[in-house]
């Protein structure tokens, strides 16, 4: 099985939708995604990952089904400098304390131990597991039975806080860590391959990351619009 995930297009926050050059973006992903032989649309349920997604299943003629805990990642909590925002935390995690994440749990900082946002990995990543086990793969530490014969390519429409909990629990990979060191533009693709082997373990291979080439092309990429708080 072969997961696309992709963020959406450049939004209005405000109003939970894409903007002019946003639709452009998601008409020009739209347009990569023809030759990917997808089968499946999923979106999270907030308009600008909804739009986004709306232009690949026109062209592809398929339904899109929302998975409601893909919704964008909320933070917050009770003395957690800047507002919790998991994003400069992660940086100053990285940056200025040189948190070692081989030896110490990210879960049990004070920047993350009461945030939000912690619960939000903690519940994308458990119903992302029974997604995936719906899909045919039973995720076990850090490897997941294959448990039936499938063959089939999947695209995820969602956001750049939910996208990295999704990568960073597949991939095991400390959340902070992604966020920080792994961001991803509006509607860069990105592609994990599972092997398909029945009755075996495998684990999910990166083949592609933040592959924006769709923008470039049409014209419609504009420097900085990685935003990643949404």
Known sequence: MRLIMVRHGEPDYVKDCLTENGRYQAKAVAGRLMAENIQAVYSSPMGRARETAAYTA????????????MHEITWGGSGIPEEGHPWTLSDRMIIAENFDFSTDDWRNHPYYAGNAATAC????????????????YIHEGRRFFCVKNISRTIAL????????CVLSHMLSLPFPY?????PYDFTSVIV?????KPGSYVYPRLELFNDV??????NSFSAGA?????
């Open 58 to 69: 026109h062209l592809l003629e398929l339904p899109v089904t929302v998975l409601d805990f």
């Open 121 to 136: 990995f903690d519940e994308v990543s458990r119903q992302f597991d029974s997604f995936l086990e719906n899909q045919g």
């Open 157 to 164: 429409f969602s956001h750049g806080g939910s996208g990295a």
């Open 178 to 182: 992604v966020i920080t060191v792994m």
């Open 192 to 196: 994990l391959d599972f092997p398909n």
């Open 213 to 218: 080439t769709h923008l470039v092309q049409s």
């Open 226 to 230: 990685w935003h990643p708080d949404r």
